[in-house]
Every structure is written in structure tokens, then in C-alpha cells.
């Protein structure tokens, strides 16, 4: 054999086997998911200032969260009292209206609204272990992860929520002024 035809060989050994060591790169996820609403409970609403940190900006408005077992519901409000944001989830999907123009991620936000407040049973059927995501949750703090990844980390003191998206690198805080549940 001719020293280049093994010269050849050699490189694309070589070649193919540096090909099986590297990993395809895996999609990101999309985003979070949006939990169903969950049955038989009580409608709950609550009142809630939000503060969205990303690159060191600073959005603040307040949300009226509703929970029912139909559908959820937020509208964001400025500062100044006008409405700016509406978002619904229910059997039908996802809508947004946005009034102001102003870039939020709306949908992961209402889904970490869902991953803090609803029950860790609900959680874990909306984030199952098949497809990659783990749960780990107490009542003080409430962990996602994706691919063993850490997404989302959630401190929760008192009425006070404090949520790290580490996927989109921003961060949440929550101050719930008012809460109140009806009855069904």
C-alpha cells in the first residue's frame, strides 16, 4: 500500500472517530408549559406587584391573577392604573392582547405564576419525568429542572416570590398585596 492511500485511511479513521464523540446539539425548549386548570377548586384571584429583571432593565406592573378550574386569567396594569397586558389560558389556548407594545415573555410568565401556586400534583403530570423535566419542590422552594438542567429556581417567603429563569437569564419578583379565594 502507497504511503498516501494509508495516510488516507489513517485520517478518515480518525475523522470518523472524532465524529462519534461529539454530541448533536440538542434543541432548547421552547419555553415553559401552561398547566390545565385544575378541577374542583375554589376560584382563587390574586393581586400582585411583578418586577421583570433582564441585562440589568427593570419592567414593574401589577397583575390580576384569576384561577378557576375553567381557565387563568391575568391583566397587567402600569403604574399609572392602565391596562396594558391580558393574557388567557383555557381549554380553547393561549390568547394575548397586548396593549403597550411592551416585549414581556407573557406566556412563561403566567406559567411560572402556575408553577408556584398550583399544586405539586398537577406540577408533575404538566412537567412529566419521561419527557425530561424534574421536580423538586417544598413548601419554600419550588425547583424545574429540563435534561437535568436547572430552568427555573422559586423562593417562596411569605407573599413574597422570587423566581429565576435560568434558561432565558432573568429574573421575577413577586409581591402579592391581595389574595382571595371564592366559593365554587
Given amino acids: 500500500m502507497s504511503i498516501l492511500v494509508r495516510v488516507l485511511l489513517l485520517c478518515s479513521v480518525i475523522?470518523?472517530?472524532g465524529c462519534s464523540t461529539f454530541r448533536a446539539v440538542?434543541?432548547?425548549?421552547?419555553?415553559?408549559?401552561?398547566?390545565?386548570p385544575v378541577a374542583d377548586t375554589a376560584t382563587r384571584v390574586l393581586k400582585q406587584k411583578v418586577t421583570l429583571e433582564k441585562y440589568a432593565q427593570?419592567?414593574?406592573f401589577l397583575a390580576v391573577t384569576?384561577?378557576?378550574?375553567?381557565?387563568?386569567k391575568l391583566v397587567a396594569l402600569l403604574p399609572t392604573g392602565q391596562v396594558f397586558l391580558y393574557l388567557l389560558y383555557d381549554q380553547h389556548g393561549f390568547?394575548?392582547?397586548?396593549?403597550?407594545g411592551i416585549a414581556l415573555p407573557?406566556?412563561?410568565?403566567?406559567?411560572m405564576i402556575q408553577f408556584t401556586f398550583w399544586p405539586e400534583s398537577a406540577i408533575k403530570l404538566g412537567y412529566p419525568r419521561s419527557l425530561g423535566w424534574r421536580i423538586e419542590a417544598t413548601p419554600k422552594k419550588r425547583n424545574l429542572y429540563y435534561k437535568?438542567?436547572?430552568?427555573?429556581?422559586?423562593k417562596i417567603n411569605d407573599e413574597n416570590v422570587f423566581i429565576t429563569h435560568h434558561g432565558d437569564n432573568y429574573n421575577v419578583d413577586i409581591h402579592t398585596f391581595?389574595?382571595?379565594?371564592l366559593p365554587l
Wanted: aromatic letters at 2%; hydrophobic letters at 45%; a negative charge.
Fill in 15 to 17: 475523522i470518523l472517530a
Fill in 148 to 154: 437535568n438542567a436547572l430552568l427555573l429556581e422559586v
Fill in 106 to 111: 407573557s406566556k412563561d410568565i403566567l406559567a
Fill in 178 to 181: 391581595d389574595q382571595e379565594v
Fill in 95 to 100: 390568547e394575548e392582547k397586548n396593549e403597550a
Fill in 26 to 36: 440538542e434543541k432548547p425548549i421552547d419555553g415553559l408549559i401552561l398547566l390545565s
Fill in 66 to 72: 384569576r384561577f378557576s378550574a375553567q381557565e387563568t
Fill in 58 to 60: 427593570t419592567k414593574q
